[in-house]
């Protein structure tokens, strides 16, 4: 299995920062890389596929890029709404696996 | 609008059944392949299963492996989990998840809500 490595395993940020979560893959997976927002109590919203590619309706501020093992995700202006746990996640091979989550709390 | 709505999730004992339903809606069902990823209280999300659009395709995580069975009605846009023999480490929150597909590879797009099911005795 692909093991996904997430960090930090949490940061606090101002509104207004620009934030960086980085995921390591254990082994190449081509640029088959999504990220997820969840907040308390709620489902994943899908954020980025392709390593890349912004989900529709998704705000502009949210970025990634990478591809092989090493990967980001960047919110450019962080915003109150913003404040929620992160994920990555790999889909080059069955069993999907996740980053174990970035939280994002408010300095 | 695409909706997933989960249901079925209860307090079960130690080595009980249960069967979670995920009804769909503002999509065509049958062209998409499905999936339940679940997270435990306070932890992570895990895949534990997929099926295929026209349900050819199976496959499990290896810790649900013989015990969950994965199924799906695209006559009525529902997609299922039959879970047994369940233990206190099955407790979690169980999503069922669209998969979008392009190129042979698929990743979740959109999931439903959640519904929680606790093992204890």
């Known amino acids: 299995d692909v093991q996904m490595t997430q960090s930090p395993s949490s940061l606090s940020a101002s509104v207004g920062d620009r934030v960086t979560i980085t995921c390591r893959a254990s082994?190449?997976?081509?640029?088959?890389l999504a990220w997820f927002q969840q907040k308390p109590g709620k489902a994943p919203k899908s954020l980025i596929y392709?390593?890349?590619s912004l989900q529709s309706g998704v705000p502009s501020k949210f970025s990634g890029s990478g591809s092989g093992t090493d990967f980001t995700l960047t919110i450019s202006s962080l915003q109150p709404e913003d404040f929620a746990t992160y994920y990555c996640?790999?889909?080059?091979?069955?069993?999907?696996?996740f980053g174990q989550g970035t939280k994002v709390e408010i300095k | 609008e695409v909706q997933l709505v989960e249901s079925g999730g209860d307090l079960v004992q130690p080595g009980g059944s249960l069967r979670l339903s995920c009804a769909a809606s503002?999509?065509?069902?049958?062209?998409?392949?499905m999936n339940w990823v679940r997270q435990a209280p306070g932890k992570g999300l895990e895949w534990i299963s997929y099926?295929?659009?026209?349900?050819?395709?199976?496959k499990y995580a290896d810790s649900v492996k013989g015990r969950f069975t994965i199924s799906r009605d695209n006559a009525k846009n529902s997609l299922y989990l039959q879970m047994s023999s369940l233990r206190a480490e099955d407790t979690a929150v169980y999503y069922c998840?669209?998969?979008?597909?392009?190129?042979?590879?698929?990743?979740?797009?959109?999931w439903g809500q959640g519904t929680l099911v606790t093992v204890s005795s």
């Open positions: 998840a669209r998969g979008q597909c392009s190129g042979g590879t698929c990743y979740p797009d959109y």
């Open positions: 503002g999509f065509t069902f049958s062209t998409y392949t």
């Open positions: 099926i295929s659009a026209g349900s050819s395709t199976l």
């Open positions: 082994q190449g997976i081509s640029s088959y």
């Open positions: 392709a390593a890349s």
């Open positions: 996640q790999q889909y080059n091979s069955y069993p999907w696996t």
